[in-house]
C-alpha cells in the first residue's frame, strides 16, 4: 500500500520514504510511480492499454503485438527469444549487460467494474500488476533509446507464462 504523506515522503508498505521532490510522483489509480522526468500520461496510457487486453499463460498476441510496436521505434534491437515473448537490447558497447524482466500474462478472472479500461477479453483480467510491469519497461525502453551512453548494455525482457 502507498499512501501520499507530505510533499516530499510517501509511506511505502508502512515505511516513510523521503523524495526530492513532490514532482517526482505520479499516481495512477493502482499504482504510484516515483519517475524522474518521465511522462505519466504515455505510462497510464500504456497500462490501461494493456489491461484492457489481458492473455493467459503463453498465448499472448495482442500484448506482444502492443509492445513490439512501442519498441520497434526505439534506438534498439527487438527480438523473440520465444513464442510470446520479446526482448529489447540496448547496446552501450560494453563486454556485459544488465536485464530487467516485465511479467505479461494475466489471470484467468472475470474483470469487474466500469472503468473505461476495463479487460475486453472474457474472463481474463490483469489481476496481479503485470500491465503495469509492461508498462514500467516500456517507459525504461524509452529512457534507454534517449541515452548516448551507459556503463553496461541492457537487456530488457517481456516474459509470458508466470502465472501458469
Not at 101 to 125: K, V, Y
Not at 131 to 152: N, V, Y
Request: charged share 25%; with cysteine.
Amino acid at each position: 500500500m502507498v499512501i501520499l504523506c507530505k510533499k516530499n515522503s510517501i509511506i511505502l508498505d508502512k515505511t516513510q520514504v523521503e523524495i526530492d521532490t513532490a514532482e517526482k510522483i505520479v499516481y495512477n489509480r493502482e499504482h504510484l510511480f516515483y519517475l524522474r522526468g518521465c511522462s505519466p500520461l504515455q505510462i497510464i496510457t500504456d497500462r490501461r492499454n494493456l489491461h484492457r487486453i489481458p492473455e493467459l499463460e503463453l498465448q499472448l498476441p495482442k500484448t506482444m503485438e502492443y509492445l513490439k510496436q512501442a519498441l520497434t521505434c526505439l534506438n534498439c534491437r527487438v527480438f523473440a527469444p520465444m513464442d510470446s515473448s520479446l526482448a529489447a537490447f540496448f547496446d552501450f558497447g560494453a563486454d556485459h549487460a544488465i536485464a530487467f524482466r516485465a511479467d505479461c500474462d494475466a489471470l484467468p478472472i472475470q474483470e469487474q467494474g466500469d472503468a473505461g479500461f476495463i479487460s475486453t477479453h472474457p474472463g481474463a483480467m490483469h489481476a496481479c500488476g503485470h500491465d503495469g510491469h509492461m508498462a514500467i519497461a516500456l517507459e525504461l525502453a524509452r529512457r534507454l533509446s534517449r541515452k548516448k551512453t551507459l556503463r553496461h548494455n541492457v537487456l530488457i525482457l517481456f516474459q509470458p507464462g508466470e502465472e501458469s
